[in-house]
């Protein structure tokens, strides 16, 4: 009863502070986004820590994958801002003339933003960034399945950020549950598509727009190449895909690999070998790849390999370790295609490798699946990209490269379908969570009347057609067609 109560009391704040307009001010705005620079700056190691305690990240990854790219992303946001916020202006055609018209960008109001655990220093301040550029108030409820960078973030915040415009809310699912009974101006999630249905609902009942970031199982299509070079380089970056972000735990990690079955052979052994290279001969004692986040997660990927159809496809790995909830890089050749591992998102260290008689028909495979969050396609073959790119539908196309969207400021990263929807990153985020508000100015020096009543002069057939050619039933609006009497 007592945490509803603070609950409310503190949303209500949110309310009637952004009633006042102090966070509409881009002096405001860049002051909250310095505040961010400022607080990923002095407290790096802070950060670092939690990040192992919580997930077992190693501080080159943490950076890599959370901390640099907040640092990025509120930079580039501190740079363009102001110029964001310009009203654009927009053609209006002659019709109206005397006339002009904008486009006015404003905040929405009071947001609230679910992060999720495999990224929570990420995927916490950098939605918080588009918020706040935006010119929002903003509760921000991290995943309580980090909790170490969950308190670190509540504690830490309100020594940078403006306490009466940011708050976080820690918490597990009966705190979700309350923070969703509220009416909110934006929700955004990051998470599974089972929760974000039920955040939907709830969203529903008081019709507040929702960006969705869910996943799905993302696939590398592995091409031939000619050239020696460009294979081993492609495998490379397919275990940096894989593995590289909290160890497979990653909406935008590979799922699976898809490659013509006479080169599985040579893919699988030069896995094995890139594998032992970038994560030693045992990968637990190197502690440059994440563990598993918890129990429960550490027990489903184990049940996806205790099915006896699917262990026996397991060619590489396989080697478990409860006490430290770690799993090895483990790859399968050809699992059963209706088994567990194929049929949902796998979320951890496990590959599987699905042989197809020729490239092309990996379209078909991708296509009988739900959408995926993004699609690796690694081939030097104009044609078939472009086949790729007609014939299929995701978030996301990526071409001889994996994760590198993600850090891209100047394209839209989210999903479309099962995978989510909405998108952010960079202006879109500054959009995401702002409403385009058309203004239009007229003159009040011209206005034209007809002598006599039009519609005894003219008949109706005449009126459709003239609407038909370019605004000019507009015109005829404007002469008084619009007047009955």
């Known amino acids: 009863m007592e945490i509803g109560w603070e609950m409310e009391k503190s949303i209500r704040e949110l309310r009637e502070y952004f009633k006042t307009g102090k966070t509409r001010s881009v002096t405001w705005r860049k002051k909250q986004l310095k505040g961010i620079l400022d607080l990923v700056h002095d407290n790096e190691s802070a950060m670092f820590e939690a990040l192992y305690q919580d997930l077992g990240k190693h501080p080159v990854e943490a950076y890599r994958d959370e901390i640099g790219g907040v640092e990025k992303s509120a930079n580039n946001t501190l740079s363009y801002v102001e110029k964001w916020m310009v009203p654009k202006k927009s053609s209006i055609p002659l019709v109206f003339f005397p006339a002009k018209g904008e486009v006015l960008s404003e905040p ?170 970038f994560y030693g001969e045992n990968p637990i004692e190197s502690k440059v790849i994440s563990r598993i986040v918890n129990k429960q997660n550490f027990e489903r990927l184990c049940n996806l390999l205790k099915d006896p159809l699917v262990a026996a496809c397991i060619v590489h790995g396989g080697s478990v370790d409860e006490e430290n909830l770690f799993i090895e890089p483990t790859i399968l050749l050809d699992p059963p295609l209706n088994a567990q591992i194929m049929m949902e998102e796998i979320f951890g260290p496990l590959l599987p490798v699905i042989t197809l008689n020729k490239i092309q028909e990996s379209i078909e495979f991708i296509n009988s699946r739900p959408k995926p969050l993004a699609i690796y396609a690694f081939t030097k073959d104009q044609t078939f990209k472009t086949k790729i790119l007609s014939q299929t539908s995701s978030g996301s196309v990526i071409f001889n490269d994996t994760l590198v969207q993600f850090l891209c400021d100047t394209l839209p990263f989210g999903g479309v379908g099962q995978s989510g929807f909405g998108r952010y990153h960079g202006k879109y985020s500054f959009d995401t969570f702002s409403h385009e508000k058309a203004i239009m100015h007229r003159n009040l020096c011209l206005e034209i009347e007809p002598r006599y009543p039009p519609w005894n002069n003219f008949k109706l057939e005449f009126i459709r057609k003239a609407y038909r050619f370019n605004y000019f039933g507009l015109f005829l609006q404007m002469l008084g067609f619009n007047k009955y009497n």
């Not at 809310?169 to 990051?190: A, M, P, R, S, Y």
């Not at 039920?198 to 529903?204: D, H, K, L, N, S």
């Not at 019709?207 to 020696?228: M, Q, R, W």
């Open 108 to 277: 929405l109001g009071v947001v609230l933003i679910f992060s999720s655990w495999n990224f929570p220093i990420m995927l916490a301040l950098d939605p918080l960034i588009g918020a706040i550029s935006a010119g929002n108030v903003v509760v921000i409820k991290p995943s309580d399945q980090a909790p170490k960078c969950s308190n670190f973030l509540a504690n830490i915040i309100p020594h940078y950020l403006d306490s009466n415009a940011v708050k976080v809310i820690e918490g597990g699912t009966n705190v979700c549950q309350q923070l969703l009974l509220h009416k909110w101006d934006k929700i955004f999630f990051t998470g599974s598509p089972r929760v974000a249905s039920i955040v939907m609902t709830a969203a529903a009942k008081n019709l507040t727009p929702v960006t969705l970031e869910l996943g799905g199982k993302c696939p590398a299509i592995l091409d031939h190449f000619s050239n020696p070079s460009d294979f081993k380089l492609a495998v490379k970056r397919i275990v940096g895909g894989k593995w590289g972000p909290c160890s497979g735990q990653a909406c935008i990690g590979i799922d699976y690999v898809l490659v013509e079955d006479k080169f599985s052979s040579a893919l699988i052994e030069l896995l094995k070998k890139i594998i032992s290279k």
